[in-house]
């Protein structure tokens, strides 16, 4: 068999399941309920999930004349990107409105946004990379809106379409300026030319512009301003996926684009990064500390994060991919987990949507308020959770690297963000008051699917912060597998 | 007598536009200055068959409308790939090797199309009498 | 030297094929009236000139001479933009069609084409396309409820035959494998009538599609939805008058010609002759020349007579169901002939 068609089989899967739901959604009728689609939508994904690693047998290589690449390192973010979206899949089906006929339309695009997030990770035609990317941003602005007839979700996803396009032109420059640079759009045959360029002044803008494009998709400090908006307005299940998953995307792009296509430009890069990395951490973190609602205080949150994953970068090269890809994974793992408990404490309509409405959480329900408090933990960064050894490996590849004063501020600011973090568990584990209606509010049910997903997120995020060997062995392959 | 350059076809082509505008803009302002004019507010009114004419044209209509032009875009988009595959498909078997080398690919894409044509109808985007969307 | 040469005999050519092609516009109109005129049991135009024939003259310069109305509420440039847009449009394709042989070229100057070039199918697509604008715009600018119903419409009936219309042609294409239109005539050269696209090429289906999108591309009846006069008045060009209006009626029968012109191009083997060899070529070089235009002509004549009979024949579609032809039955219809031609030719191969 031909092994191209191998090498494109995770996001083949994800397409063709994707088409599948669009199908079987519209054959259904108008009124009928769509949540059985989960039945394709699940089984999909876990069979890209298993494709996936199915391709580790395949040897490392490129497919399709050079635009897509199999390597440990795509594996690794293929596993993650289709991990997330299993989960989010499971949040969503317990969590979106029973009797909405538009849960076709959003299984549909969660499926065509993952094959995108997929292809963008194993991309190495810069392309293909645009176009992976607005297969992956435009199912992602959708369903940020998917909340329509609130006043919140078209403004979301309006925000979220206009800034992404834009940030998107950018990228497209910056690919086009490179292939006036170096006449190829091929990575390899662009790192090859560029390295032996006379000339780096054409290459120099494209990375700048290629920057704002990618840093956008992460929300990194000063690209992030569209981040609590969208958070804020998108359904809790949507912002789950798009915390993580299309980040994890970009960050893979960034790591390729940087480290595989411009190594020899790190003088250039690196204190670029630094700062945006420092500027990313701070503005996220003493925003975070004034926000009222929970969803943007995680938005902040999100910001900040970024900016500790973009520590890692300025670590050498080994150290500093896997210590980012492993970031990533720890991050999702804790990201996701807190968005599924958020959205179970504040429902699919947010009738309680801040700080203040959460206390007395524990109380209500103990399983849940204590679900909260372990994924706060993790966030802070306390030993025994995925986030410590993420922020670990991040800062001592920033050390390695050199910037000592990155790691430390970077530590400043996780002190800073424990604030935030603690007066949200402590406000979940205080008595709620006497007489008020809190305390007669609905116990939230947990079903099976959105069970399952806990489970995972927990295992996910205790398995990495207990016994992190393998998935940092797999990080250190990946980061191989790009030099 | 040289051979006439092939770049040099665009030039005919350029004159017939000029000629063409040129013609139509002679046209209008030749009868704007032959034709006699003897206006009243009454004749300059909108046309609404001889009533009095009630707010003017500038209002809300059918979503419908930038639905179809929406899915024109796309769809003609969707055409124009097809144009450079059909100008090379009798030379694909040499290219490639394989008969149906070209035909499978078109397939993949034609399926693709299909599926669009199939929801949007599905989904009632081109009911132009029923209410059945939910646009 | 040879450059000044062939700018003057261009602009020659293109003079001298826009003063033919604005008299077979005003002459199909002509035949129009007569037409309908005997289909519904009347003579039609009979009294200026024998058989009516100077009637197109006096109807121009009655046009021409009317009073000409810009009313108040209009938005002034867009409304005098829109009916010259329309003509211009109108008039550029013919510059690319091959009404003779264009291999007859003394001293290397094409006598039967104004201009060659590969992408000649593309530049008549693209230009009636761009045709659109005007009835858009004209409608817009108007300011009149007529005319804006009238221009949504049309505006979303175009675009949507447009699909069919480019989509039939493809399967042609894939036998010609070119897009220049003088090589897909020559591609149906070989056996006269047997050799036609739409014979020989198995492209009926297509040719179909192609007659119905036209017509619908050119606003004709049964599709003539834009300027249904019982419900919308004039359509679009309602706050038209004098040569304005004019200018959108020349602009649609231009469009007619164009459109009978590439029918006759991509599925009737063009300048061809049906008989094939059988008669010719003869020693006379002038008869050799001539022709090919004849046989031209006479298959423009036909399907411009088809219009006209159609016209008087069938009624007046209603919207939803235009919507639905188009969309529903002719646009999977065509992706379905280009999936059996392609099939078709890799068999043959």
Known sequence: ?483 | MNPIPYHWQYLPLLIQIVVAFGLGTSMILGSRFVGRHRNSKTKLAAYECGVEAVGDARGRFSVRYYMVAMLFILFDVEAVFMMPWAVIYRKLPEITGSRFFGFWEMIVYLGFVAVGIFYIVRKGILDWSLDKADL | MTIWWFVLWSILKVLVVTVVLLTAVAYTVLLERKVVGRIQNRWGPSRVGPFGLLQPLVDGAKLFLKEDIVPTSVYKPLYLLAPVLALGCALISIAVVPFGNPEVAPQGFRIFQISDVNIGLLVVLGITSIGVYGIALAGWSSNNKYSLMGSLRSSAQLISYELALGLSLVGVVMLAGSLNLRVIVESQAAHGLLSWNIFGGFQFVAFFIYLMAAYAETNRAPFDLPEAESELTAGYHTEYSSMKFATFFMAEYANMITVSCVATLMFFGGWTSPLGNLIGPFQNQIINAILPIFWFVLKVFFFLFLYIWVRGTLPRFRYDQLMNFGWRYLLPLAILNIVGTSLWLALKQ
Request: glycine share 8%; hydrophobic share 55%; with cysteine.
């Open chain 1, 1 to 483: 068999m031909n092994t191209d068609l191998l090498r494109i089989l995770p996001e083949t899967i994800l397409v063709v399941a994707g088409i599948l739901v669009m199908l079987i959604d519209a054959s259904l009728p108008p009124r009928a309920q769509r949540r059985g689609l989960i039945w394709v939508a699940a089984p999909g994904t876990m069979l890209a999930l298993w494709a996936s690693l199915i391709q580790l047998r395949l040897d490392p290589g490129t497919a399709f004349f050079g635009a897509v690449e199999t390597s440990p390192f795509t594996i690794f973010f293929h596993v993650l990107i289709c991990g997330i979206v299993l989960v989010a899949l499971l949040l969503a089906y317990d969590t979106l409105p029973r009797d909405s006929h538009h849960q076709g339309e959003f299984y549909a695009l969660v499926l065509f946004g993952a094959s995108g997030m997929c292809l963008l990770t194993g991309a190495v035609e810069l392309l293909v990379v645009f176009i992976a990317l607005e297969i992956s941003s435009i199912s992602t602005y959708i369903l940020a809106g998917y909340r329509k007839h609130t006043g919140k979700g078209p403004e979301a996803a309006i925000k979220y379409f206009l800034l992404g396009s834009f940030a998107t032109g950018f990228l497209l420059y910056g690919i086009a300026l490179i292939f006036g640079a170096t006449g190829s759009t091929q990575i390899y045959e662009v790192a090859h030319k560029a390295a032996s360029a006379q000339n780096h002044t054409f290459i120099v803008l494209a990375l700048m512009l290629m920057l704002v494009g990618i840093l956008f998709k992460v929300s990194a400090a000063p690209f992030h301003v569209w981040t609590p908006d969208v958070y804020e307005g998108a359904p809790s299940p949507v912002v789950a996926l798009l915390s993580t998953a299309p980040k994890a995307a970009a960050f893979a792009l960034l790591l390729r684009v940087l480290y595989q296509m411009l190594p020899d430009l790190r003088s250039l890069w690196m204190p670029l990064l630094w700062v945006i990395a420092a500027a990313s951490m701070t503005i996220g973190n003493l925003a975070a500390l004034r926000q009222q609602n929970v969803k943007r205080m995680l938005a902040y949150s999100s910001i900040a994060h970024a900016g500790y994953l973009l520590a890692a970068f300025a670590g050498l090269a080994d150290k500093g991919i896997a210590a980012a890809a492993f970031y990533i994974a720890a991050y999702a793992a804790m990201n996701v987990g807190i968005f599924a408990v958020v959205t179970l404490i504040s429902g699919y309509d947010e009738h309680l949507p801040l700080v203040a409405d959460f206390r007395g959480v524990l109380y209500r329900s103990p399983l849940l308020g204590s679900l909260l408090i372990f994924f706060l933990i993790s966030l802070i960064g306390i030993p025994f959770t995925g986030g410590f050894f993420g922020k670990f490996y991040s800062f001592s590849a920033a050390v390695g690297g050199g910037a000592v004063v990155l790691a430390i501020i970077g530590l400043l600011n996780s002190g800073v963000a424990a604030a935030y973090y603690v007066r949200l568990a402590v406000t979940v584990a205080q008595k709620p008051e006497n007489g008020m209606s809190q305390a007669a509010l609905p116990v939230p049910q947990i079903g099976v699917a959105v069970g399952a997903a806990l489970l995972f997120t927990v295992g996910a995020t205790l398995w990495l912060g207990i016994a992190p060997e393998p998935i940092l062995r797999a990080a250190e392959n990946a980061a191989h597998a790009l030099q």
